[in-house]
């Protein structure tokens, strides 16, 4: 695989191949945009952004949203993907060729990808058991003649005179908690109990579609894709028409809508929507850089950076009328107003509120089926990105060790990912996915994201980066993006992290409060991967011959000049 020198760029010698291995491609350009697009859109999607539009002033959140969106997501999302395409290799060797002593972050950012399998994929479990569950000509959480149901369970769906009080619980709401988790053998944190083996069951059976999407690389999960990120559309489109023909939709998606314009002078609003947006699309995690690398030199990723945020956001617009409109008929059921349904959050809303609609709707089995189906595919097709990231990342690093290995690796990581869940299956396993879920990617992937930055933006130099993009594209990226590249996106993630560190507000789950030592093991957990940039760097310069000033115009110099575009053509025209 002949390297032949970048027009344009500086003259230098041509740097030892990485690997002799050639890089896998993906087959089709759609392979990649519909993994990226996979990737972003999850299941954070469903159930985040409706629920912080709704408390954030509605429609009146979509000002901050877009705003951060434009200046801060897109513009990060774009430098993800060029870095990635250009430089041709994983999260952690790329720091090599921008600015060495930073490489600590590729470490940072495979350690909170593992975090994050650890409670992601328990997630697509019980997705997956409720699936399971779906196929039965009565729901099992439409009544309260369950074995697993207590006195306080309260039915209301087809019945007049039903009295809800503070205690009444929703049959889909103690199916969640006392049959899926059964949450009730556990006293907390302390007392997590025992594993749930039909949870296991199902967290074995996600692994194993993961590994298989995986072990071969971009040309098997470049297929999967196909599914796993079209087959939401479908379900997303039927659930709306559905939701729409409800009584009471209305009722749900001007609650959805109605701006708030008071709340647009709160700083806790433009936070939220700054991190609903960093989250949403994922710039920091690696997943972008590792996709990316198996683009063609010349691809317009540009192009492809604009279509699949506008996708992602749209999609995310679109899942809270989903959602809403059922809100809305449920409210007209119980009659009560929206926001007393609308009180649940988080995984809550797609496995209480969500199935408790569909159960009393006509055809429920079907809209079941396919709602968890979707979940699922939702789910999944973030975890192979996710996990992609790391592969990609640790592969490209040793490449000596396990070039043509990709198999065993896969299986070991997917082996230790599944281990790192079992805490996640317990009867408390509920806590700890929430504990993880705060504290295992919060802070510390928005800290990442922002060393990140700058890394790039003021030690690599924006010039520079600049002219690596031009190289690629044809033209140099407009001063609009450098300006965001270089202070508006860099402040905002400053702003965000510090807001998000100074407020935390309690931690609480199905009236449990989590206590003290819960929270400091929180902060340890988010600690432990951040902790690999500082101390790389003082490994790097110590290692480093010469004097302090030496060794930091080392540490912060590219090793090795960019390998050029690879027997693709030398032309520079843009692939358009």
């Keep these: 695989m002949a390297e032949q020198p970048c027009l344009g760029a500086p003259a230098s010698p041509t740097p030892p191949k990485p690997h002799s291995h050639p890089r896998d491609k993906w087959s089709k350009k759609m392979d990649f945009l519909l993994s990226v697009i996979g990737f972003a859109v999850d299941l954070g999607n469903v159930w985040r952004f409706p629920y912080i539009c709704y408390q954030n002033g509605g429609g009146a959140f979509l000002i901050p949203y877009t705003l951060m969106a434009v200046f801060g997501g897109v513009p990060l999302f774009y430098m993800e993907l060029a870095l990635g395409q250009f430089h041709r290799t994983g999260a952690i060797p790329i720091w090599k060729r921008i600015c060495p002593i930073f490489k600590g972050i590729g470490f940072a950012i495979c350690i909170i990808g593992l975090y994050v399998s650890f409670y992601y994929n328990t997630i697509i479990a019980w997705a997956l058991y409720y699936f399971y569950s779906s196929f039965s000509g009565t729901l099992p959480w439409a009544s309260c003649d369950n074995p697993w149901n207590t006195p306080d369970c309260t039915n209301y769906f087809g019945k007049s005179n039903v009295t809800w009080t503070n205690f009444s619980r929703s049959p889909a709401e103690e199916f969640y908690t006392r049959k899926v988790l059964e949450i009730q053998e556990s006293r907390g944190l302390r007392d997590i109990g025992g594993i749930r083996w039909q949870l296991l069951l199902c967290l074995f059976l996600i692994f194993t579609i993961v590994y298989f999407s995986l072990w071969k690389g971009v040309k098997t999960s470049g297929k999967v894709v196909w599914v796993t990120a079209t087959l939401p559309y479908v379900v997303l489109f039927i659930l709306l028409i559905r939701g729409a023909t409800l009584p009471g939709a ?3 998606v001007v609650f959805y809508l109605r701006p708030d314009w008071g709340k647009l002078l709160s700083t806790a609003v433009w936070v939220d929507a700054a991190a609903q947006i960093f989250f949403s699309l994922g710039p920091g995690f690696g997943v972008l850089l590792a996709l990316a690398s198996y683009n063609h030199f010349h691809n317009n990723c540009y192009r492809d950076a604009l279509v699949t945020s506008a996708v992602n956001c749209l999609t995310s617009f679109l899942s809270g009328f989903v959602i809403f409109t059922v809100l809305g008929y449920m409210a007209e059921m119980r009659d009560v107003e929206v926001e007393d349904v609308a009180r649940d959050k988080g ?90 879920e705060e504290f295992g990617a919060g802070c510390s992937i928005l800290a990442v994201v922002l060393l990140e930055t700058i890394a790039v933006s003021w030690f690599y130099g924006i010039q520079r980066f600049s002219h690596d993009v031009k190289a690629m594209l044809g033209f140099t990226p407009g001063l609009f993006w450098k300006l965001c590249w270089v202070a508006i996106s860099p402040a905002l993630l400053a702003f965000i992290v510090i807001s998000s560190l100074l407020d935390q507000p309690p931690l609480t789950l199905f009236d449990y409060q989590y206590p003290e030592w819960s929270i400091s093991v929180g902060f340890l957990i988010g600690a432990s991967s951040f902790i690999c940039i500082p101390l790389y760097m003082v490994y790097k310069l110590v290692w480093t011959p010469g004097s302090l000033k030496q060794r930091l115009a080392v540490c912060i110099r590219p090793e090795k000049m960019t390998r050029a575009p690879q027997a693709e053509g030398v032309g520079l025209a843009p692939v358009l």
């Design 250 to 252: 209305w009722r749900g």
């Design 347 to 436: 995984p809550s809303l797609l496995f209480i509120t969500y199935p408790e609609a569909i159960a009393n709707m006509v055809g429920s089995t079907f809209f079941a089926i396919i709602f968890f189906l979707m979940m699922i595919t939702l789910g999944l097709d973030s975890t192979f990105g996710g996990l992609e990231a790391v592969i990609t990342a640790v592969m490209d690093e040793y490449p000596q060790v396990l070039a043509g290995r990709r198999e065993l690796f896969v299986l070991g990581l997917i082996t230790v990912c599944f281990l790192g869940s079992l805490s996640t299956l317990t009867y408390g396993g509920a806590y700890v996915v929430k504990l993880l």
